[in-house]
């Protein structure tokens, strides 16, 4: 519903820019839900005495399934709405190589994917330190709606040139482009969750107390976790994507 309203206002009140002021409404919409996890996560932690490690990874994981929820909503757009209205309204998301055919789509090298994405989840770890849950929301909507919309165009492109059906042809797509998506989604998610913790432990910790320690600590292992499941995204999408174009496409 995020994904919808978002859409919806940024279309009707800002045509030329729709896309990005999509996100901003999305994640504007959601932020209440950001810190309602935020508190549920300090609960956990704080007063039932769950291990931060465990609380973490469960809250990254929530997180995720709001990715997941968002992304289909903006794929259900990509996939309702008039594709020429679609590539107007989500330009900005949509890559260039994508808007066509997934056959053919050239992924990347290792080493260019793995140094973007890292960048990216640097971008997001650090845009969280400020924004705190809307450097969070920010990293999820941004990234479900240039899924959602990707997807749906490319499964409107195959159907439309004789390939499957419509949503057959979205399911091959996800299940194509799905597990490095997922992958990096998650890598960004967690990197957001460690700048917040830093800021929300800044504001209320000394800095130089076991507390800040142990989210500093946290913070870290989050970021460490993040590069890997970066490191491993980079390798599906440089090395197994490909092969799963080619399988999902019958070639």
Not at 145 to 156: D, H, P
Request: glycine letters at 10%; a positive charge.
């Amino acid at each position: 519903m995020a994904a919808w309203f978002g859409t919806f206002f940024a279309g009707w009140l800002f045509p030329d820019e729709a896309s990005l002021i999509a996100v901003f409404f999305a994640t504007m919409i959601s932020q209440d839900s950001i810190e309602r996890l935020l508190r549920w996560n300090r609960v956990s932690i704080f007063e039932r005495g769950v291990a931060p490690r465990r609380a973490n990874l469960e809250m990254g994981g929530r997180l995720m399934v709001l990715f997941s929820g968002a992304m289909l909503g903006w794929s259900i757009l990509g996939l309702g709405l008039p594709l020429d209205q679609v590539k107007a309204l989500f330009d900005h998301q949509i890559p260039p190589r994508m808007s066509r055919s997934l056959v053919g789509v050239d992924f990347g090298t290792f080493r260019a994917l793995y140094h973007h994405n890292v960048y990216v989840m640097l971008f997001f770890f650090l845009v969280s330190l400020p924004f705190r849950q809307g450097g969070i929301m920010l990293a999820v909507a941004w990234n479900a709606s240039v899924w959602g919309a990707t997807f749906g165009v490319l499964a409107r492109s195959w159907s439309a040139g004789g390939g499957p059906p419509l949503v057959s042809a979205w399911g091959r797509v996800l299940a194509a482009v799905g597990p490095h998506m997922a992958l990096e989604a998650c890598a960004y998610v967690l990197a957001g969750l460690a700048g917040v913790f830093i800021s929300k432990g800044l504001e209320k910790h000394e800095l130089l107390s076991d507390v800040m320690f142990s989210i500093l600590r946290s913070a870290r292992n989050l970021l460490l976790i993040g590069l890997a499941l970066v490191w491993v995204g980079a390798m599906v999408e440089a090395n197994v994507t490909p092969v799963l174009v080619r399988l999902v496409s019958g070639g």
